[in-house]
């Protein structure tokens, strides 16, 4: 069983920083997709930025040019470097890794959250 443990989250001001962190507890042997996901009280969640491959990415229209994901392949481990935070990416955050194991399908596997907050 693979657990994803998300750091990072807190609240923050306006303009400031966060560095989103998930990390797999077990090595994922592979894995096509990284990502990030938020959820706004209210809100359906949505995905925010994604990485496949180690190389390709893509980000929702909203936070382009703010924030930026990246991996580390040997930690199994994805962040997310959010810059300028506004209000309205407060939300909760959730990694999420599609892998998988030798003679077993693809799974999505998920972080149990972490609470971002953007308030002065």
């Known amino acids: 069983q693979v657990q994803l443990v998300e750091s990072g989250g807190g609240l923050v001001q306006p303009g400031g920083s966060l560095r989103l962190s998930c990390a797999a507890s077990r090595n994922i042997p592979r894995i096509n997709t990284m990502g990030w996901y938020r959820q706004a009280p209210g809100k359906e969640r949505e995905l925010v930025a994604s990485i496949t491959n180690g190389v390709r990415t893509m980000y929702a229209d909203s936070v382009k040019g703010r924030f930026t994901i990246s991996r580390d392949s040997a930690k199994n481990t994805v962040y997310l470097q959010m810059n300028n935070l506004r209000p309205e990416d407060t939300a909760a955050y959730y990694c999420?890794?599609?892998?998988?194991?030798?003679?077993?399908?693809?799974?999505?596997?998920w972080g149990q959250g972490t609470q971002v907050t953007v308030s002065s």
């Open positions: 999420n890794i599609n892998g998988s194991f030798p003679l077993t399908n693809w799974a999505a596997y």
